[in-house]
C-alpha cells in the first residue's frame, strides 16, 4: 500500500519567516511533485522532481525552491513566506514512466 | 491559460440517480486522462482513467468517457451515493512531459443528496 507522509498537518507561520514543508514516500517511487490547492483554482504544480538531486518548475514556482538529496524526500522551500502562499501544499509521488499519482494528506499553511 | 476546465463547480443528485461531471481541454498533445476524488483534509485519490486510444473505460459504478474530436471527456457514476460526495478533479497528461506530469481542472464538488 503506497504512503505519502507530509511533516505537518496545519501549520502557521508569519510573514518573511522561511518554512519548510516535508514529504515521504515509502513506494521507492522515482518522481516526485508539489501541488497547491486553491479554491476555484484546482491543484496547480509548483515543482516536481524525476530523480534524486534533479528538479524541475512547475506552473507556479515563484517564491519557493525544493530539494531533494533522498530519493524517499521532497522538501518544499519558502524562502520568505508571504500572505499569499496561504494554502493548501500537496505532496505526490509516482514510479517513472506511471502516470498515476499518489497523494499525501496535505499541509494547511496559513502565513499571517 | 487553463489548459484543462472543469466548468461546473458543484453539482447536486439524489441518491441513486446518476452524476455526470465534465472537463474540457485546449492542448491537442494530452493522451492520457484521469479522475480523482477528494474527501476534506485528506489527499486526492485515483478513480479511474483512460488513454487516448479510447472512448470508454468503466470500474464498476463509474465511467469515464473520451470525444477527442470535441476535446472532452465525462465521468459517469451510475448509481450515485451518499459516500461518493466529494470534490471531483480531472487531469490530464502528455506523453512527451518528463515525470509524467499532469495538469489539472479546477474542481467540481459533487454532493449526493439521501
Known amino acids: 500500500d503506497v504512503k505519502v507522509t507530509q511533516s505537518s498537518r496545519y501549520l502557521v507561520k508569519r510573514t518573511g519567516e522561511k518554512v519548510f514543508l516535508e514529504c515521504v514516500q515509502d513506494m521507492d517511487h522515482e518522481n516526485m511533485f508539489w501541488y497547491r490547492q486553491d479554491p476555484g483554482l484546482g491543484l496547480r504544480l509548483i515543482y516536481f522532481s524525476y530523480d534524486v538531486k534533479m528538479k524541475e518548475k512547475g506552473d507556479i514556482p515563484e517564491g519557493y525552491s525544493v530539494s531533494r538529496e533522498k530519493k524517499e524526500r521532497f522538501s518544499l522551500i519558502l524562502e520568505s513566506a508571504s500572505t499569499n502562499q496561504t494554502s493548501m501544499y500537496l505532496c505526490?509521488?509516482?514510479?517513472?514512466?506511471?502516470?498515476?499519482?499518489?497523494f499525501g494528506p496535505g499541509t494547511r499553511l496559513t502565513v499571517t | 491559460d487553463q489548459q484543462v476546465k472543469q466548468n461546473s463547480p458543484s453539482l447536486s443528485v439524489q441518491e441513486g440517480r446518476i452524476s455526470i461531471l465534465n472537463c474540457d481541454y485546449t492542448n491537442s498533445m494530452f493522451d492520457y486522462f484521469l479522475w480523482y476524488k477528494k474527501y476534506p483534509a485528506e489527499g486526492p485519490t485515483f478513480l479511474i482513467s483512460?488513454?487516448?486510444?479510447?472512448d470508454k473505460n468503466e470500474d464498476g459504478r463509474f465511467t469515464v468517457f473520451l470525444n477527442k474530436s470535441a476535446k472532452h471527456l465525462s465521468l459517469h457514476i451510475v448509481p450515485s451515493q451518499p459516500g461518493d460526495s466529494a470534490v471531483y478533479f480531472c487531469?490530464?497528461?502528455?506523453?512527451?512531459?518528463?515525470?509524467?506530469?499532469?495538469?489539472f481542472g479546477e474542481g467540481t464538488q459533487l454532493t449526493v443528496n439521501p
Open positions: 483512460i488513454s487516448s486510444i479510447k
Open positions: 505526490a509521488s509516482s514510479r517513472r514512466l506511471a502516470y498515476e499519482q499518489y
Open positions: 487531469a490530464a497528461s502528455a506523453r512527451e512531459t518528463s515525470g509524467s506530469r499532469l495538469t
